[in-house]
């Protein structure tokens, strides 16, 4: 089994890197969305992870949400999570990481919460 690549999109709006995911972030795709993430981090002041676009999340993809946020805080850099939909929140809730990770309802809400950190 190879790695999956994970489908995204990577922008940048007011100064804030936008990491839109898509589809499944699962155990088959969790190390690439983890790399992608950590570049996020590495190559940006503030992060807005999109997550509008995501049908699935398992405790893999949690795991890679949770490293790119602690690198992002270690580095005292903003990172929000955007549109989470109702399978995941679900998911963020039972780990009870939603009082843990910034989230906005929106993707423009996330853009304003991060610029303002």
């Keep these: 089994m190879g790695i999956q690549a994970v489908q995204h999109a990577v ?7 936008i990491v839109a995911l898509q589809g499944d972030i699962d155990l088959e ?3 690439e969305a983890r790399r992608l993430l950590l570049g996020a981090v590495e190559g940006s002041d503030r ?7 995501v049908t699935l999340l398992d405790s893999s993809g949690v795991a ?3 490293e790119a946020f602690q690198a992002a805080r270690r580095d005292g850099k ?3 999570l955007a549109a989470v939909g109702d399978q995941a929140y679900r998911v963020l809730r039972l780990a009870r ?3 843990v990770f ?15 950190a």
Excluded: H, K
């Design 102 to 116: 910034d989230m906005a309802g929106t993707v423009e809400a996330g853009i304003r919460q991060a610029r303002q």
């Design 29 to 31: 795709c969790s190390i």
């Design 78 to 80: 903003p990172f929000v």
């Design 64 to 66: 890679s949400l949770l």
């Design 11 to 17: 922008s940048e709006r007011q100064g804030v890197t």
């Design 47 to 53: 992060i807005v992870v999109d997550l509008s676009g």
């Design 97 to 99: 990481l939603d009082s």
